[in-house]
């Protein structure tokens, strides 16, 4: 069973910086996918970034240059280097894993590419 806990999110000014984790447990340690999730009320969950197993990367335009996902191996944590943090950055962010997949490179931001999720950690800039 996948279990995803996410932790260091927080307020901060505009301009500040978070470092959001994820601890990742239960998912297959090769051919695997995760991502980070952002969600405000009455929006659906816009995916920021991804890092698969092979390395590959994917972010939003939105946080391109601001944002950095990285995973130093299948067994350690996943974080989400947050830098130049904007009021519309506003959300609860989640981590999110998808095991067994067929194709490494360029992975997707789309929430349906993840089958298992965690319960959010909330991010709050002011400006």
């Known amino acids: 069973q996948v279990q995803l806990m996410e932790s260091g999110g927080g307020s901060v000014q505009a301009g500040g910086s978070l470092r959001l984790s994820c601890v990742a447990s239960?998912?297959?340690?090769?051919?695997?996918?995760l991502g980070w999730f952002r969600q405000t009320p009455g929006k659906g969950r816009e995916g920021v970034a991804a890092?698969?197993?092979?390395?590959?990367?994917s972010y939003a335009d939105s946080v391109k240059g601001r944002f950095t996902i990285s995973q130093d191996n299948a067994k350690k944590p996943l974080y989400l280097q947050m830098n130049s943090l904007k009021p519309e950055d506003t959300a609860m962010y989640y981590c999110?894993?998808?095991?067994?997949?067929?194709?490494?490179?360029?992975?997707?931001?789309?929430?349906?590419?993840?089958?298992?999720w965690g319960q959010g950690t909330q991010v709050t800039v002011s400006s």
């Open positions: 999110a894993a998808e095991s067994n997949i067929l194709t490494l490179g360029t992975p997707t931001l789309s929430h349906s590419g993840y089958s298992d």
């Open positions: 890092i698969d197993s092979a390395g590959s990367t």
């Open positions: 239960g998912y297959t340690y090769s051919n695997y996918r």
